[in-house]
Antibody
Framework: QVQLVESGGGVVQPGRSLRLSCAASGLMFSRYAMFWVRQAPGKGLEWVAVITGDGSIEYYADSVKGRFTISRDNSKNTLYLQMNSLRADDTGVYYC???????????????WGQGTLVTVS | DIQMTQSPSSLSASVGDRVTITCRASQGIINYLAWFQQKPGKAPKSLIYAASTLQSGIKSRFSGSGSGTDFTLTISSLQPEDFATYYCQQYSSYPITFGQGTRVEIK
C-alpha cells in the first residue's frame, strides 16, 4: 500500500534553514505529482507547493515563494522541501501528499503522510 | 485566488443523525472539489474528489454533490468514528485553497 513518511522537522531559529524529506513506498513514484501542505497549530490546512511527476514544473504559495524550494529524486522515491529564511509563521505540521496523477493540474490529494512538525522560534 | 467558505464552522450531532456541510467557492470551479476528514493529531484523509466520487474504501454513508460554486458533503447516518473536522478544497486553479473547516462534535 502507499506509504509516505516525512522527516526533517524540528526546532529552528528565525532566519535559518531546514530541509524536509518525504520517503514514498508502494507506488510508482515518478508517475505522480507531489504536494506539500502545512497546518499551523490549531489552524486549517494551507497548500505550500507542488511538483510534477517528472520534476519539470513547480508551483508555490505566495507565502513561501522565493524562500522554499520543492524538489524530488525519483531514483530514491523521495520528495524534499528546502525551507530558507524561516519565520515564526512557518511553524506547523508539514504534510506531503500524493497527487492523483503526474500532472499538477486538476489533481486531487489522495494519500497523505503523517506529517512532521516544524517550530520556528 | 479562489476563496472557499464552509458552513457551519462547527456543529453538534448525535449518532445516527444526518449531517450536511456546505462549501461555497468564490468563483466557479466546475467539479474540482475534494473533501477531507481530519481527526485530532492525525493527517487528513481523502473522502471525496470530483465533488461526488468516493475514494476507494470510504463508506457509502458519505456523499458529495454540487457543481460550479456550491457543494455539499452529507453523512447519512453519523457514526462514532465520524466525529472529526472536515475540509473542502478546490483544485481548479492555483493557488489550491481549502475551506476553514467544519468541526463535527458529539451532542
Amino acid at each position: 500500500q502507499v506509504q509516505l513518511v516525512e522527516s526533517g522537522g524540528g526546532v529552528v531559529q528565525p532566519g535559518r534553514s531546514l530541509r524536509l524529506s518525504c520517503a514514498a513506498s508502494g507506488l510508482m513514484f515518478s508517475r505522480y505529482a507531489m504536494f506539500w501542505v502545512r497546518q499551523a497549530p490549531g489552524k486549517g490546512l494551507e497548500w505550500v507547493a507542488v511538483i510534477t511527476g517528472d520534476g519539470s514544473i513547480e508551483y508555490y504559495a505566495d507565502s513561501v515563494k522565493g524562500r522554499f524550494t520543492i524538489s524530488r529524486d525519483n531514483s530514491k522515491n523521495t520528495l524534499y522541501l528546502q525551507m530558507n529564511s524561516l519565520r515564526a509563521d512557518d511553524t506547523g505540521v508539514y504534510y506531503c501528499a500524493r497527487a492523483s496523477s503526474s500532472s499538477a493540474y486538476y489533481s486531487t490529494l489522495d494519500y497523505w503522510g503523517q506529517g512532521t512538525l516544524v517550530t520556528v522560534s | 485566488d479562489i476563496q472557499m467558505t464552509q458552513s457551519p464552522s462547527s456543529l453538534s450531532a448525535s449518532v445516527g443523525d444526518r449531517v450536511t456541510i456546505t462549501c461555497r467557492a468564490s468563483q466557479g470551479i466546475i467539479n474540482y472539489l475534494a473533501w477531507f476528514q481530519q481527526k485530532p493529531g492525525k493527517a487528513p484523509k481523502s473522502l471525496i474528489y470530483a465533488a461526488s466520487t468516493l475514494q476507494s474504501g470510504i463508506k457509502s454513508r458519505f456523499s458529495g454533490s454540487g457543481s460550479g460554486t456550491d457543494f455539499t458533503l452529507t453523512i447519512s447516518s453519523l457514526q462514532p468514528e465520524d466525529f472529526a473536522t472536515y475540509y473542502c478544497q478546490q483544485y481548479s486553479s492555483y493557488p489550491i485553497t481549502f475551506g476553514q473547516g467544519t468541526r463535527v462534535e458529539i451532542k
